[in-house]
Each structure stands twice: as structure tokens, then as C-alpha cells.
T-cell receptor
Framework: AQKITQTQPGMFVQEKEAVTLDCTYD???????LFWYKQPSSGEMIFLIYQGSYDQQNATEGRYSLNFQKARKSANLVISASQLGDSAMYFC????????????FGKGTLLTVNP | ETGVTQSPTHLIKTRGQQVTLRCSSQ?????VSWYQQALGQGPQFIFQ???????GRGNFPPRFSGLQFPNYSSELNVNALELDDSALYLC??????????????FGQGTRLTVV
């Protein structure tokens, strides 16, 4: 079974509007972390936001917020006030508890922001 | 910019050859991980090095090997290159602490083409 599922291959949003990118995950480990990364066409993975499994509140970082619903095993990324520079691939990733820092990534969502 | 640098940025090799990719970790980070990202896919974990020893490996054959040096820089070596090894190779560094790891920061990647 896939550990990280991103069901939206592509999304379109108008500039200045909000957009939600979906991510569901599967793990039996009670200790895990969820991450969102942005990958522009240049290739670098840019860290956006992190949510720990024991965190009581949803994470926020500027225009990014993570809608964490633990019972539903979802960790959706919300981008408010979209900008043209937000156009990129977005990856959801999970790190499960353990002795190493292995990240498991989803297949990504290509976001296009239209003017 | 994250401070994680990879070289070279692009590389073309012939099937059967060997290749070495290099990564300079962000200052202060003691853990480095390598990922392979095929076109249209999310990154796949290859392995991780902590204090110069491999402490985690993904589903990759032994012809993928690595090194971490005392200054925490790292190399990824791939022997007997195959066409399917064509991908973007990403290096990520993080800091292992008593309370856990900091978030991973990625380099810009090395795009390897095997012909």
C-alpha cells in the first residue's frame, strides 16, 4: 500500500485565491512527521512546512498552513493568496519514527497559478 | 538558498560506466541522505549516512554506494550504470539531535542521463 497518496496530478488556481493540495498517509507508527516540499523546475526541493503527529495545533508558515486531520490520516496543504511564483510541483512526505531520517514522498501535484 | 550544494549539476554517462556524485552539507549538519527522482515521480530514498556510517538504506542494489567524510560532505557512487538510472539525484542534509532531527534541506540535484 502507498504510504503517501496525492490524488491531484494537477491543480489550477487564479492569482490571489487560496488553494488546497490533498495528501493522505498510511502508517501504524504513532510517532511520525509530515512535510510539504515545493519543487520548481530548477529541481531543488524547498521545505515549506512540518507537522508532527503529536502536535495539537495545525502548523502555519506565512501563507502556508497544514490542515492536519489525524483520524482521517490527511495532511492537506493550504496556500493562501496564491502568487505566480507558487507555480511548481508540490510533494507531501512522511518520516516515521526510527533511527534514520528516511522521507517517503508522494507522487506530487503540479500547481499552476494563472494571472 | 539552503547551503546544500551538489556537483555536477548535469552529467551524461554511457551504460556500464561508473559515476560519482558529490554533496556538500549545510554547515552544522551531521546527517546526509540521498534520493533518486525519476521523471514524473517523487523522490525515492537511497540511503543515509550519519557520522560516516550508513544507517539506513532503501530498496536499491549494492551497486549504489556512498561515503560520508569527516567534514560531513558525501559522495554517491553508482557502478555498472543502467538506462533506468537516468534521474535527478538529490542530496539532503539534516542535524541529528537528542530530541530528533531538524528538517532536511535539499540541494539543487544532479541530473544524470545514461545513454
Amino acid at each position: 500500500a502507498q504510504k503517501i497518496t496525492q490524488t491531484q496530478p494537477g491543480m489550477f488556481v487564479q492569482e490571489k485565491e487560496a488553494v488546497t493540495l490533498d495528501c493522505t498517509y498510511d502508517t501504524s507508527d504513532p510517532s511520525y512527521g509530515l512535510f510539504w516540499y515545493k519543487q520548481p523546475s530548477s529541481g531543488e526541493m524547498i521545505f515549506l512546512i512540518y507537522q508532527g503527529s503529536y502536535d495539537q495545533q495545525n502548523a502555519t508558515e506565512g501563507r502556508y498552513s497544514l490542515n492536519f486531520q489525524k483520524a482521517r490520516k490527511s495532511a492537506n496543504l493550504v496556500i493562501s493568496a496564491s502568487q505566480l511564483g507558487d507555480s511548481a510541483m508540490y510533494f507531501c512526505a512522511m518520516r516515521e519514527g526510527g533511527s534514520n531520517y528516511k522521507l517517503t514522498f508522494g507522487k506530487g501535484t503540479l500547481l499552476t497559478v494563472n494571472p | 538558498e539552503t547551503g546544500v550544494t551538489q556537483s555536477p549539476t548535469h552529467l551524461i554517462k554511457t551504460r556500464g560506466q561508473q559515476v560519482t556524485l558529490r554533496c556538500s552539507s549545510q554547515s552544522g549538519h551531521n546527517t546526509v541522505s540521498w534520493y533518486q527522482q525519476a521523471l514524473g515521480q517523487g523522490p525515492q530514498f537511497i540511503f543515509q549516512y550519519y557520522r560516516e556510517e550508513e544507517n539506513g538504506r532503501g530498496n536499491f542494489p549494492p551497486r549504489f554506494s556512498g561515503l560520508q567524510f569527516p567534514n560531513y560532505s558525501s559522495e554517491l557512487n553508482v557502478n555498472a550504470l543502467e538506462l533506468d538510472d537516468s534521474a535527478l539525484y538529490l542530496c539532503a542534509s539534516s542535524l541529528a539531535q537528542v530530541a530528533g532531527w531538524t528538517e532536511a534541506f535539499f540541494g539543487q540535484g544532479t541530473r544524470l542521463t545514461v545513454v
